[in-house]
């Protein structure tokens, strides 16, 4: 089964609003990756927060990470059309590479 | 610096055929994993490879083999194709070695489907 689980499945908000998605996770990591996926293709990725890291920022994405729960939250502020894609969380134990995701949160961005 | 290339784009087998799907990392970059993923799920790991030697191996079936090559581009072969191995195929690429803290950065995929 996969280690993270992404909580909601879907979104669907209004341009200008702000998207929260959460990442659950199982077992202890050595770092927690965000990326984001647009109909089916290739993976970009957002941000990398390390288990020692508690929130990290990169122009409208912020962060959190909070181990002792072993959960992650990605917020994206001021959302935009273009922001709807699916967006996945990743977990490694060791080095990159070996990444473990959840299933994704669907964010749908209304103009 | 061009980023992640994979080849074919698309590939259409029928079932008990065998494929071959190429990756080829950013300058730089050491090691490659190879992941599936299916459609509506998140992608699972399959091979990871660093300086041409296997580093790590998800839940697959000794259908799927992977090398790395002395340039440090990848192939994946999957043999006696089945129908649920339609996915796509996503090559990663990280610096690998020492580093702690590897971002992975992902090719477009290869679209396979299994008739």
């Known amino acids: 089964s996969q280690q993270g689980e992404e909580d909601p499945q879907a979104l669907s908000i209004q341009e200008g609003e702000n998207a929260t998605m959460n990442c659950s996770y199982k077992?202890?990591?050595?770092?927690l990756q965000w990326y984001r996926q647009n109909s089916g293709r290739g993976l970009v990725h957002l941000i990398l927060i390390r288990s020692n890291e508690r929130e990290k920022h990169s122009g409208r994405l912020r962060v959190t990470l909070d181990t002792s729960k072993k959960s992650s939250s990605l917020l994206i502020t001021a959302s935009r059309a273009a922001d709807t894609a699916s967006y996945f969380c990743?977990?490694?134990?060791?080095?990159?590479?070996?990444?473990?995701f959840g299933d994704g949160t669907t964010l749908t961005v209304k103009p | 610096d061009a980023g992640v290339t994979q080849s074919p784009t698309h590939l259409i087998k029928t079932r008990g055929q065998h494929v071959t799907l190429r990756c080829s990392p950013i300058s730089g970059h050491k090691s490659v994993s190879w992941y599936q993923q299916v459609l509506g799920q998140g992608p699972q790991f399959i091979f990871q490879?660093?300086?041409?030697?296997?580093?790590g191996r998800g839940n697959f079936p000794d259908r799927f083999s992977a090398r790395q090559f002395p340039n440090y581009s990848s192939e994946l072969n999957v043999n006696a194709l089945l129908l649920g191995d339609s996915a796509l195929y996503l090559c990663?690429?990280?610096?690998?070695?020492?580093?702690?803290?590897?971002?992975?950065?992902f090719g477009p995929g290869t679209r396979l489907t299994v008739l």
């Open positions: 077992t202890s990591i050595n770092n």
């Open positions: 990663a690429s990280s610096l690998g070695g020492g580093a702690a803290y590897n971002e992975q950065f």
């Open positions: 490879y660093y300086e041409k030697e296997e580093r």
């Open positions: 990743a977990t490694d134990r060791s080095n990159a590479g070996k990444s473990t």
